[in-house]
Nanobody, 113 residues
């Protein structure tokens, strides 16, 4: 059974930073690619970043240079460090076991202008 639990969201001013965490249960983690998605009200869910089992990463153009995805296999946790936040980054952020139907419940990020 795969469970993903996000945390770290909140309200921050434009230009601020947040770090999201996604804690995973199950023995799959060290071999799994993981991803962060987000969904803003009235918009489709979109990929923010993903990290492969070997640590290689990919980012959506709209977060390149501002966000960093990382993982700690010993803690079974994937992180999303978000810097230089903008109001348009406001969304519900979800953790995903990449390529599967396993999702966390989401954590809200709100960036005020």
């Amino acid at each position: 059974q795969v469970q993903l639990v996000e945390s770290g969201g909140g309200l921050v001013q434009s230009g601020g930073s947040l770090r999201l965490s996604c804690a995973a249960s199950g023995s799959f983690f060290s071999l799994a690619a993981m991803a962060w998605y987000r969904q803003a009200p009235g918009k489709q869910r979109e990929l923010v970043a993903n990290i492969n089992a070997d640590g290689s990463t990919n980012y959506a153009d709209f977060v390149k240079g501002r966000f960093t995805i990382s993982r700690d296999n010993a803690k079974k946790t994937v992180y999303l460090q978000m810097n230089s936040l903008k109001p348009e980054d406001t969304a519900l952020y979800y953790c995903n076991h990449w390529g599967t139907g396993y999702w966390g419940q989401g954590t809200q990020v709100t960036v005020s202008s």
